[in-house]
């Protein structure tokens, strides 16, 4: 709708509470929007938006299997109507770093002990899981709305196919100096 939307710690009193704006375009001011503190937003199809919530700022690898109320968690607004529920709400484990491929909310979740990349259906259905680093955290998950990209143990990994069958690849990357 001609704004960028952006979850920042900017206005607040702390660096870690963050709230969600729409900053238009044409340089306006930008606007707070109304669901409170945020950790993350994700826009997803047919109006659908996903807000995390509680998440540390330095993940929850800094956390490591923390199961108690201050959780990193989501919540979702499946038709944009602006009513929205706890979303894998009985999963028991950190839900963090939520953003859409296709039609599936993809995310970070340690609820099988370790950080790990999954995704799920809209309807909460169908969770899948992409990586398997069992003795070390997935951190950072970002997307395109076709590719993701995650960090773990100092190396960034590509998924680019959510089926069944699909594998995260090590990206190889090389820095000078």
């Given amino acids: 709708d001609g704004r960028v939307l952006a979850v920042t710690p900017a206005r607040a009193p702390f660096r870690g509470q963050t709230w969600a704006y729409a900053v238009p375009l044409d340089g306006g001011p930008p606007q707070r929007l109304p669901w409170g503190p945020v950790t993350a937003l994700a826009p ?3 109006g659908a938006l996903v807000l995390g919530v ?3 700022r330095r993940g929850a690898a800094s956390w ?3 199961r108690g109320g201050t959780a990193g968690a989501v919540w979702i607004d499946p038709d ?3 009513t929205f529920q706890p979303f894998l709400a009985g ?3 950190q839900l963090e770093h939520p953003t859409w491929t296709g039609d599936r909310l993809v995310l970070l979740s340690d609820h099988e002990g370790w950080g790990n990349v999954y995704s799920v259906a809209a309807d909460g259905s169908d969770l899948r899981r992409h990586s398997d680093h069992g003795d070390h955290y997935a951190r950072a998950l970002s997307g395109d709305g076709d590719r ?3 960090a773990a143990l100092g190396e960034l990994y590509l998924i680019d196919d959510l089926s069944v069958d699909g594998q995260p690849r090590r990206i190889d990357v090389r820095t000078g100096g």
Avoid: F, H, I, T
Wanted: no cysteine; glycine share 34%; charged share 10%.
């Fill in 44 to 46: 997803g199809p047919g």
């Fill in 54 to 56: 509680n998440a540390s």
């Fill in 64 to 66: 490591k299997r923390y």
């Fill in 80 to 82: 944009g109507s602006g």
């Fill in 91 to 93: 999963l028991g484990g």
């Fill in 148 to 150: 993701l990209v995650y």
